[in-house]
């Protein structure tokens, strides 16, 4: 069903906001092309960039001692912000990406699970599947899953015992048990909206998807709360693939976040396309906001 509902505009003139994450009473974001990560108050005050981002950001989060640590796309490694302030690397996962990193989550124990493209995505390559990395809190780099489409949104539930993530062309979001060791269980389908596609070619998957699973945030009753970068909509869907609620924010829509006092504020990452060459050229991003019902639960 889809809702009637107040949706807001917190944040304008961005480039293309990625990653949003809700920490210590302010939502942080990514912004790809103006080449930093930032972070703003619920009502959309006291804007302020935190990090600097050379070779772009995406996927952010915190260790358990509150240190940050981010995604530095195009030099495809891991930073970490010290006490101090200052950034280190924290993985360098040149040798175990084939595309770039992208988004992250951090669990509770401190460990970075990073998917990747892939492929060349903006260069207009053939798709290839990726793999799904697991950063330990020491920086050690380890490949624990394979052949995802397009790796990319992912949540931990509350218990830590599952890993979610979503594939952005592959129609579909999967889940794996996480074993005591860190290692992943088999993949499962945690929802499947359509069929892999029969082609690598991104020019002919993209107009013929079901749904593409973006970012995405888990709520209190088990639900996610998915971004479809290509439907421009933010659906909540239940375990098992059944569409529960949509909203639509009037743009295109990247990633989500559940935050706020009470968990029940959703943050939407929007902009017109996922085009480098556009959204680099332009200022027309946007981070807007809707109340929903069912508050946040898990990482991020």
């Given amino acids: 069903m889809t809702q009637q509902r107040e949706i807001r505009t917190l944040v304008t003139g961005m480039s293309y906001t990625e990653c949003p994450r809700w920490h210590a009473g302010r939502l942080w974001f990514a912004d790809f092309y103006t080449h930093a990560i930032y972070s703003v108050a619920v009502d959309g005050s006291g804007l302020r960039s935190e990090v600097q981002v050379p070779a772009q950001p995406s996927g952010l989060g915190w260790l358990p001692d509150g240190q940050l ?5 195009k030099d495809r490694k891991v930073m970490r912000c010290q006490a101090d302030g200052t950034c280190v690397v924290h993985a360098d996962v040149a040798d175990h990406v084939t595309g770039h990193p ?9 460990r970075c699970w990073l998917g990747n493209f892939g492929f060349d995505l ?13 950063i330990d809190p020491d920086g050690s780099v380890t490949t624990v899953a394979r052949d995802l489409w ?5 949540v931990v539930t509350p218990d830590g015992g599952t890993l979610i993530v979503n594939e952005t062309f592959g ?24 069929e892999l596609p029969k082609t690598r070619a991104v020019a002919s998957i993209v107009p013929t998807a079901v749904f ?28 098992g693939g059944q569409i529960v609620d949509t909203i639509n924010p009037g743009d295109g829509v990247f990633a989500c976040m559940l935050g706020g006092a009470d968990g029940r504020t959703l943050f939407m990452s929007c902009a017109p396309d996922f085009n480098e060459q556009a959204r680099s050229a332009e200022r027309e991003a946007s981070i807007r906001t809707v109340t929903v019902d069912v508050p946040h639960a898990g990482w991020p």
């Fill in 69 to 73: 640590v981010y995604v530095s796309m």
């Fill in 102 to 110: 992208n988004d992250m989550v951090v669990d509770a124990q401190g």
């Fill in 122 to 134: 903006m260069g207009g390559a053939d798709l290839k599947t990726a793999g799904l990395l697991r």
């Fill in 150 to 154: 397009f790796p990319n949104g992912s």
């Fill in 171 to 194: 129609n579909r979001i999967s889940a794996f048990s996480i074993e005591p060791d860190g290692n992943l269980g088999p993949r499962r389908d945690w929802a499947r909206f359509g």
């Fill in 212 to 239: 593409a699973p973006d970012g995405c945030s888990l709520d209190a009753e088990g639900h996610l709360w998915v971004a479809d970068a290509i439907g421009g909509r933010v659906c909540r869907v239940a375990e």
